[in-house]
């Protein structure tokens, strides 16, 4: 049943520093989660996350500002992160990843949404995708990816919307201790991340067919993740006739679901 009570999120302007006017009730959401979070994620998630987590100075005790997370980055990397709106069109989001820039959302999840949120809120935006773009060999994929989605164009952004989710938000990487998780719907999500190691979800190796053609659900925890072997095997990948590959995915059709319908 529709809620109609329940308040819709809505982006935060910028004031003439390109800073966002965030509450006190929003440093102490954020405190929670980025100290919740911080805690679940030893030993699951890849090393260069954390360093990445350190290199942008993120902190429990406030918001973290767009500004300030691409000044950074634009050092250390060339990457650079954009205040949007929750949902962009497709071609602004490839355009964005193909400049070597992330779009961020504004708003932060309420109190009542601390565990789980539909839209993707700053939290999931920084805490999740933004530490690895202090990885150079990360950002050179998504730099690329975002070229051949442009390339491609509509007719093939459903596929490449599939790649992006099971790689840069749902995404395992092979270590020397093990899979660990990279993606930003991994490291942003309690479920999910304890989900991912649990033995239950099933971790593949990654392989770009399979990954084109295997569908998802946006509204559960995964019931199948894949594993990159390292970031540069991930942008060699899109060295492939991706049109040809897509083509043949959709003549092939999905592969059966491992999750039950949508209610």
């Given at each position: ?11 935060l302007?910028a ?34 996350y954390?360093?990445?987590i350190s ?11 767009v ?9 250390l ?32 999840r ?55 989710w ?12 093990g ?8 490291a ?17 190796d990654?392989?770009l ?38 083509d043949?995915?959709?003549l ?12």
């Amino acid at each position: 049943m529709l809620d109609l009570n329940k308040q819709e999120y809505t982006s935060l302007s910028a004031d003439i520093h390109g800073r966002y006017p965030y509450s006190q009730e929003n440093h102490d959401v954020w405190k929670d989660l980025f100290d919740r979070q911080v805690a679940g994620l030893k030993g699951k998630m890849v090393d260069s996350y954390f360093d990445g987590i350190s290199a942008l100075g993120l902190i429990s005790d406030q918001v973290p500002q767009v500004v300030d997370i691409n000044t950074r980055l634009q050092r250390l990397t060339g990457a650079g992160v954009e205040g949007v709106p929750a949902i962009i069109p497709p071609t602004r989001f490839f355009t964005l990843l193909s400049e070597r820039k992330f779009p961020v959302a504004t708003f932060l999840r309420r109190r009542e949404d601390i565990d789980y949120i539909e839209e993707p809120d700053l939290f999931h935006e920084v805490f999740g995708h933004c530490p690895l773009l202090t990885d150079r060999a990360y950002c050179d994929f998504i730099e690329a990816f975002g070229k051949r989605a442009l390339t491609l164009g509509k007719g093939y952004s459903w596929h490449m919307f599939r790649l992006f989710w099971f790689t840069i938000e749902f995404g395992m990487i092979h270590t020397k201790d093990g899979p660990r998780g990279f993606g930003a719907g991994i490291a942003s999500s309690p479920a999910e991340v304890e989900n991912a190691l649990s033995g239950r979800a099933e971790i593949r190796d990654f392989d770009l067919m399979e990954v084109l053609r295997t569908p998802y659900r946006i509204d559960i925890v995964q019931p199948i993740y894949f594993a990159i072997d390292s970031f540069e095997t991930l942008t060699r990948s899109l060295d492939n006739d991706l049109a040809a590959m897509i083509d043949a995915a959709k003549l092939e059709g999905d592969l059966p679901p491992l999750f039950d319908p949508a209610p």
